[in-house]
């Protein structure tokens, strides 16, 4: 048993270009599900990514959350600005030995792997440099190296608030993986584990996309001695392809449907439709979800967005 603590969420949009409608509905989901508790929202720039930032994206996502109608009470919170908290973690792992120096190049590790992969996941790490101890970073000279996290062969269990329990092994879906790059920045599995844990997040409502990492984010949790958040994944949006929604299927970024003319209410009204929460797509604004809330009425699948649906809200 939890004891009651004030819920804390947060939204955590990567600048890495124009949120578009498919972070939308899950950022709305998050929203709704922070404040219909009566809880804290937190807005955190998850710009650590630097080579796919794009200049201006942070300013613009602030923008467009706050088109649709959301808000928070702290932030944003730039995880840039926050290196050293990351690299005390990243030290703590290395006095435990939870961590090791690995010289290995994707293309390395892309022949080292024998398992099939999935696109977004790369290959399972098969443990190249796992014989290596934390000490032996001082010995590898001008080799650039990044520090994985050793992972034991345990099945991670964790009730998901949205998907129920779930069961899932880390050494099966990514090996030991990366806390910290080569370019000697913390990867998003550190950071995030870091913030959340710091910024004293109770739960963590986001793309089922990102299930794979959740049993890597607990071995953190426990490693680093913080308690972990709730979590419920909730589906993401799809094209009529079944794709998830990106480029090919047009150009959905919120900055486009507000130039077009499309009200946040309308495009909210969409999500609620989407999620169970109206009966039929009608304009609301997200103060007036709050009562209608709840996450046992999304459905489980993918939310596809047909044309006709953009047709609907007055858009192309
Ligand atoms: N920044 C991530 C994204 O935009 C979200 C990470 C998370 O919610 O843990 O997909
Ligand atoms: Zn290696």
Same mark, same amino acid.
């Given at each position: 048993m939890k004891t009651?603590?004030p819920?804390?969420?947060?939204l955590a949009p990567s600048?890495?270009?124009?949120?578009?409608?498919g972070n939308?509905?899950?950022?709305?989901?998050a929203?709704?599900?922070?404040?219909?508790?009566?809880g804290?929202?937190?807005l955190r720039?998850e710009?650590?990514?630097?080579?796919r *930032?794009k200049?201006g994206?942070?300013?613009?996502?602030?923008?467009?959350l706050?088109?649709?109608?959301?808000?928070w009470?702290e932030g944003?919170i730039?995880? &840039?600005?926050?290196?050293?908290l990351?690299?005390q973690?990243?030290?703590?792992?290395q006095?435990?030995?939870l961590v090791?120096?690995?010289?290995?190049t994707r293309a390395?590790?892309?022949?080292?792997?024998?398992?099939?992969?999935q696109e977004?996941e790369?290959?399972?790490?098969?443990?190249?440099?796992?014989?290596?101890?934390?000490?032996?970073?001082d010995?590898l000279?001008?080799?650039?190296?990044?520090?994985r996290?050793?992972?034991p062969d345990e099945p991670i269990?964790?009730?998901?608030?949205?998907r129920?329990?779930m069961?899932?092994?880390?050494?099966?879906?990514?090996?030991d993986?990366?806390?910290?790059?080569?370019a000697? &920045?913390p990867?998003?599995?550190?950071?995030?584990?870091?913030?959340?844990a710091?910024l004293g997040?109770?739960?963590?409502v986001?793309?089922?996309?990102?299930?794979p990492?959740?049993?890597?984010?607990?071995l953190?949790?426990?490693?680093l001695?913080?308690?972990p958040?709730?979590f419920?994944h909730?589906?993401m949006?799809?094209?009529?392809d079944g794709r998830?929604?990106?480029?090919r299927h047009?150009? &959905?970024?919120l900055a486009?449907?507000?130039a077009?003319?499309v009200?946040?209410?309308?495009?909210v009204?969409?999500?609620?439709?989407s999620?169970?929460?109206?009966e039929r797509v009608?304009? *609301?604004? &997200?103060?007036?979800?709050?009562?209608?809330?709840?996450l046992d009425t999304i459905?489980?699948?993918?939310?596809?967005?047909e044309?006709d649906l953009?047709?609907?809200?007055?858009?192309?």
């Amino acid at each position: 048993m939890k004891t009651h603590q004030p819920t804390r969420g947060r939204l955590a949009p990567s600048p890495t270009g124009a949120q578009h409608v498919g972070n939308a509905r899950t950022y709305l989901i998050a929203w709704l599900s922070a404040r219909s508790k009566g809880g804290r929202v937190l807005l955190r720039m998850e710009d650590i990514d630097s080579p796919r *930032i794009k200049p201006g994206a942070a300013e613009q996502a602030v923008d467009d959350l706050r088109w649709l109608g959301l808000d928070w009470d702290e932030g944003p919170i730039v995880q &840039t600005e926050r290196l050293p908290l990351y690299e005390q973690a990243l030290d703590t792992l290395q006095q435990q030995e939870l961590v090791y120096p690995c010289t290995c190049t994707r293309a390395d590790v892309e022949r080292a792997a024998s398992a099939p992969h999935q696109e977004h996941e790369g290959p399972v790490y098969p443990g190249t440099c796992a014989y290596r101890r934390a000490a032996d970073a001082d010995s590898l000279g001008d080799q650039a190296f990044a520090w994985r996290f050793r992972v034991p062969d345990e099945p991670i269990t964790f009730h998901d608030a949205f998907r129920g329990p779930m069961t899932l092994n880390p050494r099966d879906l990514s090996g030991d993986f990366v806390v910290w790059k080569s370019a000697g &920045t913390p990867a998003y599995q550190l950071a995030v584990v870091v913030d959340d844990a710091l910024l004293g997040i109770t739960e963590v409502v986001r793309g089922d996309d990102l299930i794979p990492s959740t049993p890597r984010q607990l071995l953190l949790y426990r490693a680093l001695g913080y308690a972990p958040p709730t979590f419920a994944h909730v589906p993401m949006v799809v094209g009529p392809d079944g794709r998830r929604l990106a480029k090919r299927h047009g150009d &959905t970024r919120l900055a486009s449907l507000r130039a077009a003319g499309v009200k946040p209410e309308t495009l909210v009204g969409l999500f609620a439709w989407s999620c169970g929460w109206l009966e039929r797509v009608e304009p *609301i604004t &997200t103060q007036e979800l709050l009562p209608r809330f709840r996450l046992d009425t999304i459905p489980p699948r993918p939310f596809v967005l047909e044309t006709d649906l953009l047709r609907k809200i007055g858009y192309r």
